[in-house]
């Protein structure tokens, strides 16, 4: 492989690209449920971009704090492995986390609304103590899925200062189960504990119960998909289960990594299962179509 293209592959691997669209459906289905629609288009545009922005930032600065551990456990990484700078990724990390914040600025100038930039300038505050410490402690967990939330109700101050009550709790399902997956994830070195087994097992579990809860804050206006939204549930619920099994029965690192893999591409489902809730089957099946570039780039892209 010549120079430049070693060199694009080592940020493609630093920004996990793969991951973004995750953080992208969030901002859709935030969006959805607390509006009704995603207009007007172009502050949507923005408030995807900071998503993004922020997500990646939040990937580049985890590797850049983490470069001393990853030359013992991960050497392989683009950092300890001398493909790109240390000093540089920083930079372009610090950059992305500024990139995310005027994104959410400008939305907020469109919208007439503070909500939207204060929701990204209280998430970049989170991204940097995650990466600054927390994750390293019991809160690690709790601040990732803080993030999260965070991230959804990005999308969902598309509506203004009025965020509805249906996208808060979807929000704190998110919330939920990505503290779930967080702690599941945490065992992709070293050995699996049987408490962090089921704590994030009960953890993913109340994540499903919120999601079903918001179904009764829909307003008036969502539409009436009936039995078909709680089959719905009911199979991305299986899913996850199957995902989550899957990663605490392996006996290896790899197992548990292909798991949370898997929750991670959930997230993407979970959000079409919220916008098919509060926009009808169109909505649902674009955000799905997400699934596509994620599944495509995690082939040669490690999401985890």
């Known amino acids: 492989m010549s120079e430049p293209s070693s060199q694009f592959a080592a ?3 630093l920004f996990r690209i793969a991951n973004v669209f995750t953080a992208v459906s969030n901002v859709l289905a935030g969006a959805m449920l607390s509006d009704g629609d995603w207009l007007p288009a172009a502050p949507l545009l ?20 983490d470069s001393d551990l990853d030359a013992e456990e991960r050497p392989e990484r683009p950092i300890p492995s ?44 989170t991204i940097v ?45 998110i919330g939920v189960y990505t503290i779930g997956l967080t702690v599941l994830a945490r065992n992709e070195v070293g050995d699996t504990e049987r408490l962090q087994v089921r704590t994030s097992g009960l953890l993913l579990l109340a994540a499903f119960v919120l999601l079903f809860l ?28 199957i995902a989550y099994f899957a990663a605490v029965r392996s006996d290896t690192p790899q197992g548990v990594q292909l ?25 649902a099946g674009i955000v799905l179509l997400l699934l596509v570039p994620t599944l495509l780039l995690s082939r040669t892209h490690a999401m985890t």
């Open 82 to 125: 001398g493909r790109i700078d240390r000093q540089l990724a920083a930079f372009v990390g610090w950059a992305l986390l500024a990139g995310g914040i005027l994104c959410s600025a400008w939305a907020s100038y469109e919208l007439g609304s503070i909500a939207a930039v204060t929701i990204a300038a209280s998430l970049a505050v």
């Open 11 to 13: 940020w493609r691997q």
């Open 214 to 241: 918001v179904s009764f804050l829909r307003s008036p206006g969502d539409h009436d998909i009936g039995w078909y939204w709680i089959l719905a549930w009911g199979s991305v619920l299986e899913l996850a289960g």
């Open 129 to 173: 103590m995650y990466n600054g410490g927390l994750k390293a402690i019991w809160a690690g967990p709790l601040a990732m899925g803080w993030c999260r939330a965070l991230n959804v109700l990005l999308g969902a101050s598309l509506a203004g200062n009025e965020i509805s009550a249906a996208a808060w709790l979807f929000a704190g399902a």
């Open 259 to 283: 798991g949370v893999k898997r929750l991670i591409l959930l997230f993407i489902v979970i959000d079409a299962l919220i916008c098919l809730l509060a926009g009808g089957w169109a909505p």
């Open 46 to 65: 923005l408030l995807i971009g900071s998503s993004a922005l922020l997500y990646t930032a939040g990937m580049v600065l985890n590797d850049v704090f």
